[in-house]
């Protein structure tokens, strides 16, 4: 059974954004639209609601009164926050009445599936008549050794393997230099241009690298490459 999902934003644009990247990820199903607090909360009355995507600034009764409300109600409904507010005062008060995690707007695809996938895994567990203690301990995040499982918990697309994309990483952060091509890539590694260049594609979707080209005095221009700052985070999803 799939994961029912209400998204809960003022703005529509923002919303069908949302909802494009909630169905590109397995097990969840869309099971509507809020554009404010009111209609979510009557909306979460009559529909059944498994997970929210909560924004937190909108109009009349904000994301965090209405997730205060649902708590104070004894709703067990889960919520995602995402949202524009990264100051502490907001996180610290959506975590203390049970968000399950905190996403701040602007935001990669890689992090919006990542914890899906991880809310995914702990839903399931959570519907077990009887846990062991190491699916306790990953549903509590307090095992020692499920980080490093989390970190490598998302798949990659079809065609692409861990170890090639594992021997790639390797060499992007071994050149000296910050920025870098197909070619500079493949001269240091036994992969094909084609099957680097199909990689770099990859992690460049995935947020974890940045695409530019450069115009050289001669020839077709160039794509160069380099890691954004997050990228080293997002890199341990998927190695």
Known sequence: MNIRVLIVEDDPMVAKFNRHYLEQVAGFEYAGWAATGDEAMTML???????VLLDIYMPRV??????????????????????????????????QNGAVDYLIKPFEFARFQAALSAYREDYKLMHKEHLSQ??????LR???????????????P???AEG??????????RLESRVFSTEDISSHAPISRISVRKYLAFLT?????????????????????KVRPE?????RKYL
């Open 164 to 173: 090639t994309l594992d021997s790639i990483w390797s060499t992007i952060n």
């Open 62 to 95: 904000s994301g965090l009164q209405l997730l205060s409300a649902l708590r104070e109600q004894g709703s067990k409904v889960d919520i995602i926050v995402i949202s524009a507010a990264s100051d502490n005062a907001s996180i610290r008060k959506a975590l």
């Open 134 to 139: 190491e699916q306790l301990d990953k549903l």
């Open 205 to 225: 979707e995935a947020g974890i690298l940045e695409m530019e080209l450069s115009y050289g005095a001669v020839g077709r221009p160039v794509y160069m490459y």
């Open 45 to 51: 009355e009559k529909e059944q609601v498994d997970l």
């Open 158 to 160: 079809k065609g692409l």
């Open 231 to 235: 990228g080293h985070e997002l890199i």
């Open 142 to 156: 307090h095992s020692l050794g499920t980080e490093e499982e989390q970190s490598a918990a998302l798949p990659l």
